[in-house]
T-cell receptor, first 116, second 112 residues
Framework: DAGVIQSPRHEVTEMGQEVTLRCKPISGHNSLFWYRQTMMRGLELLIYFNNNVPIDDSGMPEDRFSAKMPNASFSTLKIQPSEPRDSAVYFC??????????????FGPGTRLTVL | TQLLEQSPQFLSIQEGENLTVYCNSSSVFSSLQWYRQEPGEGPVLLVTVVTGGEVKKLKRLTFQFGDARKDSSLHITAAQPGDTGLYLCASNSGGSNYKLTFGKGTLLTVNP
């Protein structure tokens, strides 16, 4: 089975440009998460979808960030306009169930974003 | 939000040595997960512990959950270069059944 697929793997852009990161979760998983990882702050949850509906976006840093999940097999994270402080590795993860006492999350390989 | 403190932050050892890394919180964990992240990849779940005092073994890795469920340790026996990576602990946050809070991790380097 294919794991979580993310694209692109690397993105270098200039300040002010729009950046779109893409994710295909594992088939059959109904929960999807976007995370950001930096040396200073570690792994932070940005937004969580369940059954394609955004449930918790409290981790989204500001209005420049937006995320969509138009269907069960695709999600995007958009940054517009991008800033150098957005440079980080962005991970998408999916999980097979909500409501369990604990959940196992399956992570994609990440997108390394550099904003110049 | 529950804060997870991991120690040490960095650890560099020789192949064959044993090591232990720790994850602590001032709050009680409902459950705790350990992940390993290799360079250029996403974290991969190693184990979930739920019961206080629980011990789980995964080949050369031994995971222990503290009796009070406020701490956990990961012990690796006879470390190998393939064990190199970032070890992260994570716990459900604020009673949520989906939201994981991650520690900042222990970066382990095993030198041949």
């Amino acid at each position: 089975d294919a794991g979580v697929i993310q694209s692109p793997r690397h993105e270098v852009t200039e300040m002010g440009q729009e950046v779109t990161l893409r994710c295909k979760p594992i088939s059959g998983h109904n929960s999807l998460f976007w995370y950001r990882q930096t040396m200073m702050r570690g792994l932070e949850l940005l937004i969580y979808f369940n059954n394609n509906v955004p449930i918790d976006d409290s981790g989204m840093p500001e209005d420049r960030f937006s995320a969509k999940m138009p269907n069960a097999s695709f999600s995007t994270l958009k940054i517009q306009p991008s800033e150098p402080r957005d440079s980080a590795v962005y991970f998408c993860a999916s999980s097979p169930r909500q409501g369990a006492f604990y959940n196992e999350q399956f992570f994609g390989p990440g997108t390394r974003l550099t904003v110049l | 939000t529950q804060l997870l403190e991991q120690s040490p932050q960095f650890l560099s050892i020789q192949e064959g040595e044993n090591l232990t890394v720790y994850c602590n919180s001032s709050s009680v964990f409902s459950s705790l997960q350990w992940y390993r992240q290799e360079p250029g990849e996403g974290p991969v779940l190693l184990v979930t512990v739920v019961t206080g005092g629980e011990v789980k073994k995964l080949k050369r890795l031994t995971f222990q959950f503290g009796d009070a469920r406020k701490d956990s340790s990961l012990h690796i026996t006879a470390a190998q270069p393939g064990d190199t990576g970032l070890y992260l602990c994570a716990s459900n946050s604020g009673g949520s059944n989906y939201k994981l809070t991650f520690g900042k991790g222990t970066l382990l380097t095993v030198n041949p």
